[in-house]
């Protein structure tokens, strides 16, 4: 089965810039998508279709793309910023499976 | 605002089914796909498979398929997840979310499974 890689962890200090990387062998032919969960809450959308943020998203956070690898990039890292972070993509099977990366936890201190 | 609210927690047998509902308000339901996707205890997220409102089609994840069945209710703007043959690997918090601008731009609140005989 398809399957996106992400890192386990990303640790960095308040102010500084966190990048959460997403391997995947149908990347670039499918859009990726970044999901921010806090303890104990829903996720909620950061990123889509590779680099739009939705409205009310910090424009701190940004999304990039290059070869099979998509990047989440965390520009002046805020203590709130510290969570598990989840890339979702589709293969490319036709039947839109979709899949989510392994997770990242980013921790801000 | 655009809401998504699930049912609430259950408890079930090893080998036994449920059924979550979520339901969709403040927008057209018809015109968005809506995604299951569960995450157990500690665990990461799994996507689990999407139903077309319009159409009532489904896609499912291949980990699923035979197991879980995704169905709608057009009059009252509710989809269901259904998952039949239990086991405590199946304990979770279960989520819908909906495919609008983009695919999970608004959640429901999550229902946790319980499996314990």
């Known amino acids: 089965s398809y399957e996106l890689t992400q890192p386990p962890s990303v640790s960095v200090s308040p102010g500084q810039t966190a990048r959460i990387t997403c391997s995947g062998d149908?990347?670039?032919?499918?859009?990726a998508y970044w999901y921010q969960q806090k303890s104990g809450q829903a996720p909620v959308l950061v990123i889509y279709?590779?680099?739009k943020r939705p409205s009310g998203i910090p424009e701190r956070f940004s999304g990039s793309s290059s070869g099979t690898m998509v990047t989440l990039t965390i520009s002046g890292a805020q203590v709130e910023d510290e969570a598990d972070y989840y890339c979702?993509?589709?293969?490319?099977?036709?039947?839109?499976?979709?899949?989510f990366g392994t997770g990242t936890k980013v921790t801000v201190l | 605002q655009v809401q998504l609210v699930q049912s609430g927690a259950e408890v079930k047998k090893p080998g036994a089914s449920v059924t979550v509902s979520c339901k969709a308000s403040?927008?057209?339901?018809?015109?968005?796909?809506i995604h299951w996707v569960r995450q157990a205890p500690g665990q990461g997220l799994e996507w689990m498979g999407r139903?077309?409102?319009?159409?009532?089609?489904?896609n499912y994840a291949q980990n699923f398929q035979g197991r879980v069945t995704i169905t709608r209710d057009t009059s009252i703007s509710t989809a269901y997840m259904e998952l039949t043959g239990l086991t405590s690997a199946d304990a979770a918090v279960y989520y819908c979310?909906?495919?609008?601008?983009?695919?999970?731009?608004?959640w429901g609140q999550g229902t946790l499974v319980t499996v314990s005989s």
């Open positions: 979310t909906r495919e609008g601008a983009a695919t999970g731009d608004h």
């Open positions: 403040a927008y057209t339901f018809t015109n968005y796909y």
């Open positions: 279709e590779d680099a």
């Open positions: 139903l077309n409102p319009n159409s009532g089609g489904t």
């Open positions: 149908t990347f670039p032919k499918k859009y």
């Open positions: 979702y993509s589709t293969d490319s099977s036709g039947n839109h499976r979709g899949v």
